[in-house]
């Protein structure tokens, strides 16, 4: 499969099929939506409403790219004219972008549309112009094999091969994925311990090739003393639909709170735990993540002066009960057991972690792993910049997540061109996004051409601008009309 995708990946050059084939795709899973959904529903349980709106978003983001490629800026067309007045003189030197090859994308359990076979790593390496292989995630094997039956009628349509979308099933087939000499880059959404192990497998070929991974977030949310006084019913309660959206199974779960000590945090944890209390049990990708939650809380449950308000762990033979723990944050300010509480917990469940003052705040905030999002409550005043506090707490969040929050929730990643799904290690293995337009950089490489005869340019780094790209003449943006 890889090299059939390699071999046609000269099909893709061009930037107009490659937005019809985007488009057509959408097109076709749109037609596909009640297989597709019922496919979905039966393999993940996550419920109609939610993979209809999945779906939306999924050929959203498909028709966004193809508009992307339309309009050109992701080839980052430059040319600078030879210039002997410079120190050291310029050559005529001209530099754009190109598709690395053939991309290998590991789908993520939780979303079986968005993070898979037809989702945003597909989208931005197709429109790149790179042919991909997909290996399909094994909790959804029929949905992923209905979305690329879609994609490949889409290829067909579009007068594009079908081999440039392919998609392999199980453990075997995924390891030697990324080992495969003509696969040329990677995506990838899971566990810390199966992107790592990927990773490593990339980095360590005869040829190594970028990975681009998602491996997981505990999402740190920072709650300041005024804001729990001024809305700590409004925080508790949007905290409890955040940690128990889709059962706590988003990347962007919020799953480590730190709420004042005393009366005003106290109210915050009593909405959480009204709130927590009324939702219903839920059930779990898999078994094995089902397993991996119980024994997860229960672990955490029994750590010295941690306490559950409400209990989360198993909720009947196939479904887990939503919860939350709480601890004193003097406990994370050091090593020690408690350090079990800074990682990572796939599920309903989120711990709050009490602090006395400002400067255990900033100890356990000096302790966290990297992100991808990271959020502070504020009051009123605060969010008018009245407090000096708050600006110091988000210069402490930005370093350690790739999108920073106020007010606001971190669930629900909007596909927006100025979006940033993406953190610093483990939250992600590079500095790029996967949600946005330009996680299609991901799979491009910028090339210079020197003192290049014109008619041996590509169209694309031509003085005449045939296909009328946005450029950079000398250092400054082209005006056109």
């Avoid at 419920?47 to 028709?63: C, N």
């Avoid at 705040?361 to 966290?368: C, F, P, T, W, Y």
């Avoid at 992600?428 to 991901?442: D, H, L, N, P």
Wanted: charged share 20%; aromatic share 4%.
């Amino acid at each position: 499969m890889v090299r059939a995708a390699h071999a046609a990946r000269g099909s893709l050059a061009d930037r107009t099929v490659r937005a019809a084939l985007l488009r057509t795709a959408a097109d076709l899973l749109d037609e596909a939506r009640d297989q597709l959904v019922e496919a979905a529903d039966a393999e993940t349980a996550l419920g109609p409403a939610r993979l209809t709106g999945e779906l939306a978003r999924t050929t959203y983001q498909l028709r966004a790219f193809a508009t992307i490629v339309d309009e050109g800026a992701f080839l980052d067309v430059r040319i600078d004219h030879a210039d002997a007045t410079q120190t050291p003189p310029w050559p005529d030197l001209r530099r754009y972008k190109l598709p690395l090859g053939v991309v290998a994308v590991y789908a993520a359990s939780n979303f079986p549309l968005a993070f898979s076979v037809p989702g945003g790593d597909t989208a931005s390496a197709l429109a790149a112009g790179c042919p991909v292989v997909v290996k399909a995630h094994p909790d959804h094997p029929a949905t992923s094999e209905v979305a690329a039956s879609a994609l490949r009628r889409a290829a067909e349509r579009v007068g594009v091969p079908a081999e440039v979308i392919a998609v392999v099933h199980g453990f075997d087939a995924g390891i030697e994925l990324v080992k495969h000499p003509l696969i040329a880059a990677a995506g990838f959404t899971g566990s810390v311990r199966g992107g790592r192990a990927l990773h490593d497998a990339a980095a360590s070929r005869p040829v190594p090739i970028p990975f681009h991974g998602e491996l997981g977030s505990l999402n740190p949310v920072v709650v300041t003393e005024a804001a729990a006084a001024e809305r700590g019913d409004q925080i508790g309660a949007g905290l409890a639909g955040s940690m128990t959206l889709g059962v706590g199974q988003f990347c962007t779960k919020p799953g480590f709170v730190l709420a004042p000590a005393g009366p005003a945090g106290d109210g915050l944890v009593k909405s959480l735990t009204d709130a927590v209390s009324n939702t219903d049990a839920g059930v779990l990708l898999d078994h094995r993540m089902r397993d991996n939650f119980v024994a997860g809380v229960k672990e955490r449950a029994e750590l010295a002066d941690v306490e559950a308000p409400v209990t989360p762990g198993s909720g009947g033979e196939h479904t887990v009960s939503a919860g939350f723990l709480t601890v004193p944050a003097r406990r994370l300010t050091e090593d020690g057991p408690h350090d079990v509480l800074l990682e990572e917990c796939f599920g309903p469940v989120t711990v709050v972690a009490r602090y006395e003052s400002d400067e255990e705040i900033s100890a356990v905030l000096g302790r966290l792993p990297g992100n991808l999002t990271a959020t502070v409550q504020l009051s009123a005043a605060e969010g008018e910049g009245t407090e000096g506090r708050a600006g110091a707490l988000i210069a402490e969040l930005t370093p350690l997540a790739g999108r920073v929050l106020v007010n606001g929730w971190p669930t629900g990643v909007a596909v927006a061109p100025a979006q940033h799904h993406g953190g610093p290690y483990p939250a992600t293995t590079s500095t790029s996004t996967s949600v946005g337009g330009t996680a299609i950089e991901r799979w491009l490489r910028p090339v210079a051409y020197q003192d290049t005869p014109a008619a041996l340019l590509p169209p694309e780094l031509r003085d005449e601008n045939p296909l009328e790209l946005p450029r950079r003449i000398n250092g400054v943006r082209e005006q056109r009309d």
